[in-house]
């Protein structure tokens, strides 16, 4: 890799590490519950957290189509800055209504992490992507670990309280803003900065592997499609990929367990709240901090080990897929039900990492049947649909029915329950079709043999979903 791709990565790198230090984070239903913002926990529950959900559908389409539209560049500033104003508020704000601003500002920094994650297929040669893509998803992760760990220890030892960790994650999100200004800009994107002629003519196919900045002197030129163009390269990518019925199966267990493990994530910290006694009760000390530590690293390990399993998914991915899912809506059944608190922490620690060691499994089978440069739309519309049904999910859940947080729970287990019979329903028609014998003989692990990749384009962005 030349000294300006390695810059260029460590840049990111470093602004991935930065905007996940938020120490603040694991303590939030504390903090926002506490006498420094003084919520109840119902309004924190049902008219505060929502907000989010309801934000991040609302932008994500939009953001994705503007981050090809802008370059990348400025999306990921405008990240930086929807976390900087986050902060702000949580930090010298007051009351339900600012409160659910920030958590309007906080869906829209989250919604623009698309950015983020295909900046740098548009700055790297084709060759250098599982490189960069790895070094991105470490640096994520670290960020995560790193900020889980800080906030146990400040809080354990006193040096913080709740208030004085966002000061942390404030200077954090600054810290990583001003990185994100001094990234390179980007000169094309996938659908509104294209290179012509259009890179699907097979006579231009050589040069595919090279990115934008490399072309060759009198090859192609940067064009601006109409609208009209750009819908048209939408629909086609579009077509092409969900008509794939490999990639919609598993594109559905993408959409339906990301929901899922967006609404865990949104609401784990008032389950732990309802279940951790009181100090006025002899309550022990909150490890939310020390418990999102473990789970990052364990999940970080776990998907990385996915890479090394020759596992024959498509003779077993519905099987596999089903008795997770069963195990996760068990364990999340266990997590309302229980008195324990250190129950909820590992029932949580063990979900969230097969939650993650599923979704690589998922994003790379889905990857395997598309071109690189549909990966970022596919993406984006899986995560669209993941985010409207947690959006009808927090509607009648939360808004309508006002079910209680650990009923909440049940209602999350079961209906993970319920995706593993979906998946269980088609596990056991494959059988039925193949037979015992010929499922047996299709063999358990994946052949040796390896098939030549389909041609990529320079504006390739395969993604990494969280």
């Known amino acids: 890799m030349s000294a300006s791709w390695g810059l260029t990565t460590g840049l990111l790198c470093l602004y991935g590490f930065l905007k996940e230090m938020r120490p603040?984070?694991?303590?939030?239903?504390?903090?926002?519950?506490?006498?420094?913002?003084?919520?109840?926990?119902?309004?924190?529950?049902?008219?505060?957290y929502p907000v989010w959900t309801y934000s991040y559908l609302s932008l994500l389409i939009v953001v994705f189509l503007v981050t090809d539209l802008l370059r990348y560049k400025p999306v990921i500033i405008f990240e930086g800055f929807g976390y900087i104003i986050t902060w702000s508020l949580l930090l010298w704000a007051r009351g339900v209504a600012a409160m659910q601003s920030m958590e309007f500002f906080y869906g829209i920094a989250?919604?623009?992490?698309?950015?983020?994650?295909?900046?740098?297929?548009?700055?790297?040669?084709?060759?250098f992507y599982k490189k960069v893509t790895s070094f991105t998803r470490a640096a994520t992760l670290t960020g995560k670990?790193?900020?889980?760990?800080?906030?146990?220890?400040?809080?354990?030892?006193?040096?913080?309280?709740y208030h004085s960790l966002n000061y942390v994650s404030m200077g954090s999100v600054c810290m990583a803003t001003c990185v994100a200004v001094a990234l390179p800009p980007v000169a094309t994107s996938i659908y509104f900065h294209r290179l012509q002629p259009d890179v699907r003519d097979p006579e231009t196919a050589s040069t595919?592997?090279?990115?934008?900045?490399?072309?060759p002197e009198g090859g192609r030129k940067q064009g601006k499609p109409s609208l009209k163009e750009v819908v048209g390269y939408l629909w086609s990518d579009f077509r092409d990929a969900y008509s794939s019925t490999h990639l919609l199966k598993w594109s559905v267990w993408w959409a339906f367990a990301?929901?899922?493990?967006?609404?865990?994530?949104?609401?784990?910290?008032?389950?732990?709240?309802?279940?951790?006694?009181?100090?006025?009760?002899?309550?022990?000390?909150?490890?939310?901090?020390?418990?999102?530590?473990?789970?990052?690293?364990?999940?970080?390990?776990?998907?990385?080990?996915?890479?090394f399993l020759h596992v024959n998914w498509d003779l077993l991915g519905e099987m596999t897929l089903a008795v997770i899912s069963l195990l996760d809506g068990l364990l999340l059944c266990f997590m309302g039900a229980t008195e324990s608190i250190w129950v909820a922490y590992i029932n949580y620690?063990?979900?969230?990492?097969?939650?993650?060691?599923?979704?690589?499994?998922?994003s790379f089978?889905?990857?395997?049947?598309?071109?690189?440069?549909?990966?970022?739309?596919?993406?984006?519309?899986?995560?669209?649909?993941?985010?409207?049904?947690?959006?009808?999910?927090?509607?009648?859940?939360?808004?309508?029915?006002?079910?209680?947080?650990?009923?909440?729970?049940?209602?999350?287990?079961?209906?993970?329950?319920?995706?593993?019979?979906?998946?269980?329903?088609?596990?056991?028609?494959?059988?039925?079709?193949?037979?015992?014998?010929?499922?047996?003989?299709?063999?358990?692990?994946?052949?040796?043999?390896?098939?030549?990749?389909?041609?990529?384009?320079?504006?390739a962005s395969p993604t990494s979903p969280e």
């Open 24 to 48: 603040s984070e694991p303590f939030l239903t504390d903090y926002l519950t506490g006498p420094h913002v003084n919520l109840t926990q119902d309004e924190t529950y049902y008219e505060v």
């Open 110 to 127: 989250t919604s623009t992490e698309v950015a983020y994650y295909t900046y740098i297929y548009a700055k790297v040669p084709s060759q």
């Open 145 to 161: 670990f790193m900020s889980g760990i800080l906030s146990q220890l400040l809080t354990l030892t006193n040096l913080m309280d």
């Open 208 to 215: 595919s592997d090279l990115c934008p900045q490399e072309q």
């Open 258 to 307: 990301t929901c899922g493990n967006y609404q865990i994530g949104n609401y784990i910290q008032p389950l732990w709240l309802t279940v951790k006694p009181s100090e006025d009760d002899g309550g022990e000390t909150s490890w939310n901090g020390a418990v999102e530590a473990v789970q990052t690293l364990l999940s970080a390990l776990a998907a990385f080990s996915v890479g």
């Open 349 to 362: 620690i063990f979900f969230r990492v097969s939650y993650q060691v599923l979704i690589t499994v998922a």
């Open 365 to 459: 089978q889905v990857a395997k049947k598309l071109r690189a440069d549909s990966y970022g739309l596919v993406f984006g519309i899986n995560m669209f649909f993941s985010l409207l049904m947690q959006t009808i999910l927090t509607v009648v859940v939360v808004d309508v029915l006002l079910v209680p947080i650990r009923i909440q729970f049940v209602i999350y287990g079961l209906y993970f329950c319920l995706l593993a019979m979906g998946f269980f329903a088609l596990a056991g028609h494959k059988i039925g079709y193949l037979g015992f014998s010929g499922f047996k003989s299709q063999g358990f692990m994946e052949s040796t043999a390896t098939t030549a990749p389909e041609p990529t384009h320079p504006q």
